[in-house]
């Protein structure tokens, strides 16, 4: 039997009935990004006063959205541990309740709605396979009993999943999250929350009162803009790269007919990660191997044959991109004049994001949110407890003049061949039927040289994560430009 292989997530749905921005416009809000942030932050503020305006770049939920794993859980590996660590047990606990809360809202979303997204009850794990990680997974249970979590413990996996032991609760959910997107975009339409996608912001500029954000064609004033575009294309007024890694992780889906309803997460390195989904009468199993700071590692390729090494054949194999911060909580909040922003969740989006929809609601509408001081994008950070943040930061400083002065020809498929025209890096990649791709190898966001990821093929920064198709496409920022050749640039 042949089975076609996608290089794509299990989730992808290509949208219909997209309109993207044609002419001047003037909102309350203006929503950029269309991510589980972004149409979040829109639901909550569909019944306000205001007008409020979305514009995605390309579809929605096309961006890490649409490569997550789908679980809604608040069992998140260690996560309360290092938060205990770097900001004391009373952030810790508060972080817990956010996580909570942001489940209840959702399955609230999705009952009043009555939301078809394949939401179903999912106990989570968290388990290790390793003897001295054990005493971390208890200590991690401790405290969420502390804070009055119904966790237990077991020294297996459902399905016969061998693990030395596991933690894990029960009152939670996995789901499909373009399902739910999509459903929440049809609401926000009807009720006249204008949804533009194909519509990329490529300027954002305060003008005393309002701010002025252009696309290629048209242009939008807002009185309050709000940024859940993953990470932001501009420097200032965030300083973004200064602020957070990258994480890269390799996932893959394939069949299976041992199908249980339950999903986990180790605490190893390499991590694994595993849930299952039934998709057009099919059941998968998702599986997650290996992550790493994507400033560290550039050899895709490689992961993808460890991850290959579980279980092979896949029939979607696809890679995916989220942001760390220093304390290991999200950026939340105001940055700048009626700026907001919404990012740095871990890995851990679908509750953050749908949390980060309640929560700039209620800042834009001046309203107070329990959370809002613990995710302030503003908080000082304890420098001496993060300190292997600057060693990151170090790293991907390296990283990035390394690949400035060296190209790394190692890291490439032999399709590829580089050459310099007027001044400017090229690189060709020859297909399968011989017909040649040709783009710009360095990334228009800060010029980091792009890495050929020649499983997924597609050219991927090794510095920021922005991504492009094999003809330059952009499909991941922050880059906010193609790299397709053209004669004249
Ligand atoms: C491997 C992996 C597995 C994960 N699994 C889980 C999980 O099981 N559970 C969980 O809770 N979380 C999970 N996450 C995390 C979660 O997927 C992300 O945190 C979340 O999807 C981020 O959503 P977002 O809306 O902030 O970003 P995105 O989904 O990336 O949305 C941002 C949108 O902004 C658009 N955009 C960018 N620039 C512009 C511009 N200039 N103009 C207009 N639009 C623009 C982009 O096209 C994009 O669609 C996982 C992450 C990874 C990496």
């Keep these: 039997m042949v089975i076609k292989m996608h290089k794509n997530s299990l ?17 309350d809000v203006l929503i950029i990004g269309g991510g589980i942030t972004g149409i979040s932050t829109a639901y909550h503020l569909k019944d306000s006063n205001l007008k409020v305006a979305l514009v995605e ?50 399955e609230k979303i999705i009952t009043e709605n009555d939301i078809a997204c394949d939401f179903v009850k999912s106990p989570s794990y968290v388990f290790t396979n390793n003897t001295s990680n054990i005493g971390t997974l208890q200590k991690e249970k401790n405290l969420l009993l502390s804070f009055g979590a119904s966790i237990k413990e077991s020294s297996s996996l459902p399905n016969n999943i061998p693990c030395k032991y596991s933690i894990y609760v029960e009152d939670t959910y996995v789901f499909h999250p373009l399902k739910y997107l999509n459903a929440l975009k049809k609401i926000l339409q009807k009720n006249k929350v204008k949804v533009y996608e194909h519509s990329r912001i490529l300027s954002i500029d305060w003008k005393n009162d309002f701010y002025l954000c252009k696309t290629k064609d048209a242009f939008i004033k807002a009185k309050s803009v709000v940024l859940a575009l993953h990470y932001p294309y501009f420097l200032f007024p965030f300083l973004m790269p200064l602020k957070v890694t990258l994480e890269k992780s390799y996932i893959g889906a ?29 059941k998968y199993q998702i599986f997650l191997y290996d992550s790493h700071n994507i400033c560290m590692e550039t050899n895709d ?32 909040g105001k940055i700048h004049h009626h700026l ?30 329990p959370y809002a001081k613990i995710f302030d994008p503003k908080r000082k950070m304890n420098l001496g407890k993060v300190v292997r943040f600057p060693l990151a930061m170090m790293s991907n400083m390296k990283s990035f003049i390394g690949e400035k002065l060296f190209l790394k020809k190692t890291w490439y498929h032999e399709k590829i061949t580089f ?27 800060l010029k980091c040289n792009l890495i050929f990821n020649e499983e997924e093929l597609t050219w991927d920064c090794p510095c920021h994560g922005s991504r492009f198709d094999l003809d330059g496409k952009c499909i991941q920022g922050p880059s906010n430009y193609d790299i397709c050749y053209k004669e004249e640039r």
């Design 11 to 27: 989730w992808e749905i290509k949208s219909k009935e997209n309109s993207s921005l044609e002419k001047e416009t003037e909102v």
């Design 57 to 106: 770049a390309n579809t929605i939920g096309s961006g890490v959205t649409s490569k997550t794993t789908g679980k809604l859980t608040y069992l998140q590996e260690d996560l309360y541990l290092k938060i205990q660590n770097y900001c004391g047990k009373e952030v810790a606990k508060k972080y817990y309740e956010s996580q909570k809360e942001a489940i209840k809202l959702v």
């Design 254 to 282: 394939f069949p299976t007919n041992e199908a249980v309803n339950f999903n986990a997460i180790s605490i190893d390195n390499p991590v694994c990660s595993m849930r299952y989904q039934e998709e057009n009468e099919k």
């Design 301 to 332: 390729l490689e992961h993808f044959q460890k991850l290959k090494e579980f279980s092979y054949p896949y029939e979607y194999l696809w890679s995916n991109i989220d942001i760390i911060t220093g304390d290991y909580l999200p950026y939340i």
């Design 340 to 369: 907001f922003l919404a990012t740095g969740y871990q890995t851990w989006g679908m509750t953050n994001g749908s949390l980060a929809g309640k929560m700039i609601s209620d800042l834009v509408m001046k309203k107070e949110n």
């Design 419 to 445: 050459l310099n025209r007027n001044g400017k890096k090229l690189a060709i990649y020859t297909d399968e039927r011989g017909e040649k791709h040709m783009v710009y190898r360095q990334c228009p966001h």
